[in-house]
């Protein structure tokens, strides 16, 4: 089963994923690729596999992703043997996209993956003083863009299967956590 939480830049979605694997035995992350610079605190291959832009762009030519997007100036993007990697082992995995990507994958996995959509809101506010508090101190130039695709992303919730107001993070943490387990007693069950 696949697990994905989207949601605007701040929106909480690397905090929950980690609770979730710290807290639930079969669970699993998907680091994205990228050509964004590494941050401060980034481990490879733990949220994130860094390359270059040419060398995203090769991944591309050469038809290794799932889905892309260019967020933020950088590429984003799921890697086809990383995926197929994680789900063969029968773990739960949970992945953070954006909501292009979310479409994406949903439309190319529905045949042979389970998949279950979590959205995470936050108000805009909040989301602005998250931000501004952030460990890698993103310049207001950083914030005003990713804040600039706050409404984008809101208006693409009803593709959703969940959308959680993430205010607390044990609630909801512990919401999430429901969801799985009662999606997996679901996916067990023939109809």
Do not use: W
């Not at 512990?174 to 996916?187: H, K």
């Amino acid at each position: 089963m696949l697990v994905i939480l989207s949601g605007v830049a701040g929106s909480g979605k690397d905090t929950i994923k980690k609770e979730l694997i710290s807290r639930m035995e079969n669970v699993t992350s998907l680091p994205s690729y990228t050509s964004r610079p590494k941050r401060e605190g980034d481990v490879e291959g733990g949220t994130y596999c860094f390359v270059s832009k040419e060398e995203f762009e090769k991944m591309l030519e050469n038809g290794e992703l799932y889905e892309y997007d260019v967020h933020h100036n950088n590429y984003y993007g799921t890697s086809k043997k990383l995926l197929n990697e994680k789900i063969a082992s029968g773990k739960i995995i949970v992945k953070d996209i954006d909501v292009n990507g979310t479409e994406n994958l949903k439309r190319l996995l529905k045949d042979d993956t389970k998949v279950v959509t979590i959205f995470l809101r936050v108000p805009k506010e909040e989301l602005q003083r998250r931000l501004e508090e952030r460990i890698d101190k993103p310049s207001p130039d950083e914030i005003k863009l990713r804040l600039n695709r706050f409404d984008y992303e809101e208006s693409c919730i009803d593709q959703y299967d969940y959308v959680i107001k993430n205010n607390d993070l044990e609630k909801s943490v512990q919401i999430i956590r429901t969801i799985i387990e009662n999606e997996l007693r679901v996916s067990k069950t023939e109809f």
